[in-house]
């Protein structure tokens, strides 16, 4: 059998398969057992744990530029260039290629934004 550059595409597509298989008999397998639904369980947002892909510390959240970026609605851009005219949070650096923001000192940002006056019709 010859090699392709095919080859990773279906090793790809092999993996999908699998997966979804296991996923069919565990579906399956919930079905037959009668648990009633099959929706996944839901809890309330103060119950949910902080993101996995963000680091805690004394519960002080360190979220990633992308988080940060959600809960301003500024783009990655802005936020570096108004860093860099001191009017943004600065990250915290943990490592040569990881930097980090308290999210404390986001939401003291984002408490500290101006108010516009009312809206005139």
């Not at 360190?62 to 809960?71: A, F, H, I, N």
Request: aromatic share 6%.
């Amino acid at each position: 059998m010859t090699q392709s550059a095919d080859d990773p595409l279906i090793a790809f597509v092999r993996a999908l398969a699998r997966r979804q298989a296991r996923i069919d008999v565990a579906l399956e397998a919930q079905r037959q057992s009668g648990r009633g639904s099959l929706q996944p369980e839901t809890r309330p947002l103060d119950e949910l744990p902080a993101s996995s892909h963000s680091f805690q510390v004394r519960g002080e959240r360190l979220l990633k530029l992308r988080e940060v970026v959600w809960m301003t609605s500024l783009g990655s851009s802005t936020i570096y260039r108004r860093m860099k005219a001191g009017k943004f949070p600065k990250p915290k650096r943990l490592s040569e290629a990881c930097v980090r923001w308290r999210e404390s000192e986001i939401e003291k940002w984002m408490r500290e934004l101006p108010t516009t006056g009312s809206v005139n019709k």
